[in-house]
């Protein structure tokens, strides 16, 4: 779910210079947008990941891994040495931003397998539906917290036309 920056600025700088500048007829126009694309560029390599955000993210699913390593062993389920092993503590204070980031795809990749396990054998699991759900809540938490970061949309800005001839 979670792409790096970087990816999303050159999403967003090929689609400035390959179908929006060219379809610019001012040559002052055009300029601004390559003047934005540049910008764009030079600010890649200074966005850095929240470390607090991060932790949290890895936290959140390592919890949500312990809950689903519960129910299927009380199910008697048997569950995978990885999936047991990302339940384990961490020292974060050790770790650089890479490996955080790392960390935390391995957790969401984790937490996929060990969900797919509770698909797999809900027959054998009480109350399934309850696991389930709670795993949800404990994502959709850091998909809201990423959500509210957002600035709120300017839609009436971005929908009105200023070119003559087409109405607002």
């Given at each position: 779910m979670k792409e790096p920056f970087e990816i999303y600025v050159n999403r967003i700088n090929d689609i400035l210079e390959h179908?929006?500048?060219?379809?610019?007829?001012?040559?002052?126009?055009?300029?601004?947008?390559f003047a934005v694309i540049e910008l764009l560029s030079q600010l890649q390599g200074r966005i850095e990941h929240r470390h607090d955000f991060i932790v949290q993210d890895?936290?959140?699913?390592?919890?949500?891994?312990?809950?689903?390593i519960s129910a299927l062993s009380t199910a008697g389920v048997p569950v995978p040495a990885d999936i047991c092993g990302a339940a384990q503590p961490l020292n974060f204070l050790?770790?650089?931003?890479l490996q955080l980031r790392d960390e935390r795809e391995r957790i969401e990749r984790t937490l996929?397998?060990?969900?797919?396990?509770?698909?797999?054998?809900?027959?054998e699991i009480s109350d399934p539906e309850a696991i389930e759900r709670a795993a949800l809540e404990q994502i959709q938490q850091g998909i809201f917290r990423d959500l509210m970061?957002?600035?709120?949309?300017?839609?009436?800005?971005?929908?009105?036309?200023?070119?003559?001839?087409?109405s607002a």
């Open positions: 179908v929006i500048a060219p379809e610019i007829e001012s040559d002052y126009i055009r300029g601004q947008v890895i936290e959140s699913g390592r919890e949500t891994i312990r809950m689903l050790e770790m650089t931003g996929s397998k060990a969900l797919d396990i509770v698909h797999e054998r809900r027959s970061l957002f600035r709120p949309q300017r839609f009436e800005r971005i929908s009105r036309s200023k070119r003559k001839g087409d």
